[in-house]
């Protein structure tokens, strides 16, 4: 007993209470002489791993053991224990599964749940030899042969033929009116086995093969007091670590239960791997805008220093390249999928514009942009830069100190068949395009990420009434 105990406390999360009543159950099965001629273990599981732990053994009394070895200690693995990883997720007692003991000896295995209110606490293992003649039963040519038919199964599933055609791929299983498993094809021999079950399961009970915790009993009332339009009853579970879908009948015609089971498993991981990447996108877009702003306030630093008043702008003009970048990553920051809504983004990317600028404010900027447009997240980077650089030049060039407070300054957004075009229109004194600054940043940031980033056409025109940039580009323009 203080083996057990020190096991509990070294391997697993179990209470005092719970390893009470393990000690509990030892006294029960020592005065017990139906197991005098058995071998009995006590199994719990190992915090650690997906194993189950061996932490108590009675050895048989009027026979030989089945062991030479001492098993208190070493691991129960699922492979070759299924009725104990069964009993544990199902609160099922499992009898006369086959198993493989620690030596490797093929064995029968009689479980029975040790529970603590509700839960699960260990499990009872009684165990037995397996004769060569029940090892060919399990085991033998003549019962796959018998049982893998797919098309007698559908002749006796009678009615159901359309039901159990439209899911030949799943897992097809009769029970008859005693419980006992008759009929299963080929893909439920295959589950079965990849659970952990060893041998043929035919003839085993349904609770022995019950994955979901049910009972015979239990299911076979609900079904047969459901009309036969609402059948089949649907329902989600796991099993250890797998995912499955199981639609059960009952077959008044054969009398039968039928039970289809989809395994789910891969397109649960599917599901979770790509909630993790999501999860994981949105905290590295987080990390990224943080780092951009750590940039931009050590510039801010360096800007306060300086007393050029052409650096300073020049340096300003920098911060607000960056911030242009920055916002976008803030907003991706806070959504799951990689497209990105463009009005929510250029909202952003000015209400940041305006706080860096202190002419900005004096500014009339509207917003016209569809709503449901959505672009992938380098788009979106692409496209607050450009803006950026259209905002920057109509403060910086466009309107005069003394006219800047009666500026207007119009962003449109439209989709039409899948090409996006974005406007940014203003009321300025306009500029010549012939005459323009030769190498003017600005201008060269724009013509590049149009034509190299957004594989787009742009589309500039300027008078003494104002200046109209227009750029389009493919909503699925592939980078």
């Not at 179990?14 to 197991?35: A, C, H, M, P, Q």
């Not at 250890?240 to 089971?261: A, D, E, M, P, T």
């Not at 920055?326 to 000015?350: C, F, H, P, R, V």
């Not at 060269?444 to 500039?460: E, F, H, N, Q």
């Amino acid at each position: 007993m203080n083996k057990l105990i020190e096991m509990c406390r070294e391997y697993t999360s179990l209470s005092e209470k719970d390893i009470g009543r393990l000690v509990t159950e030892i006294k029960s099965i020592e005065n017990n002489r139906n197991f005098e001629d058995f071998d009995v273990f006590i199994d719990v599981l190992n915090d650690f791993n997906t194993n189950a732990l061996v932490v108590y053994h009675k050895l048989p009394q009027n026979v030989p053991s089945l062991y030479h070895e001492v098993v208190v200690g070493k691991a129960a693995l699922r492979e070759n224990e299924p009725g104990v990883f069964h009993t544990f997720g199902t609160k099922l007692k499992s009898v006369n599964l086959l198993a493989k003991t620690q030596e490797q000896k093929l064995i029968h295995q009689k479980i029975f749940p040790i529970l603590n209110g509700d839960k699960v606490i260990g499990t009872t293992i009684v165990e037995s030899d397996v004769s060569h003649d029940v090892l060919n039963d399990f085991e033998g040519e003549n019962g796959k042969t018998r049982y893998n038919d797919i098309s007698a199964a559908i002749q006796m599933f009678g009615r159901l033929d359309r039901n159990v055609a439209d899911q030949l791929g799943d897992a097809i299983l009769g029970f008859d009116q005693s419980g006992k498993l008759v009929l299963a094809n080929q893909t439920a021999l295959a589950l079965y086995k990849k659970v952990g079950y060893i041998g043929n399961v035919i003839g085993q009970t349904y609770e022995n093969l019950s994955l979901d915790g049910t009972t015979f009993d239990h299911v076979y009332q609900q079904l047969r007091q459901m009309p036969e339009a609402s059948q089949p009853m649907i329902t989600n579970f796991n099993y250890l670590n797998y995912f499955f879908l199981s639609r059960k009948f009952w077959n008044k015609k054969s009398k039968q239960l039928v039970i289809l089971i989809q395994d789910r498993t891969e397109v649960k991981i599917k599901e979770a791997e790509i909630v993790s990447k999501s999860v994981m996108l949105r905290e590295i877009n987080h990390r990224v805008k943080n780092n951009l702003q750590s940039v931009i306030s050590l510039l801010r630093i360096q800007q306060r220093r300086l007393k050029s008043a052409e650096a300073k702008k020049v340096l300003n003009e920098s911060v607000s390249r960056i911030m242009a970048i920055a916002s976008t990553y803030e907003l991706m920051s806070k959504q799951l999928g990689d497209a990105t809504n463009l009005k929510e983004s250029i909202q952003l990317l000015i209400s940041h514009f305006v706080q860096l600028n202190d002419r900005a404010d004096q500014l009339n900027i509207e917003l016209d942009v569809d709503p449901s447009i959505q672009i992938d997240s380098d788009q979106v980077v692409t496209v607050s830069i450009i803006i950026n650089e259209l905002l920057q030049n109509v403060v910086s060039h466009v309107f005069s100190a003394k006219t800047i407070s009666t500026g207007r300054v119009l962003i449109e957004g439209r989709e039409a068949d899948g090409i996006i075009t974005i406007r940014v229109k203003d009321n300025g004194i306009g500029f010549d395009l012939n005459h323009t600054r030769t190498g003017s940043l600005g201008l060269t940031i724009i013509r590049s990420y149009v034509s190299d980033k957004l594989l787009g056409r742009l589309k500039i025109e300027s008078s003494q009434k104002g200046t109209d940039v227009s750029f389009s580009f493919d909503q699925k323009t592939q980078h």
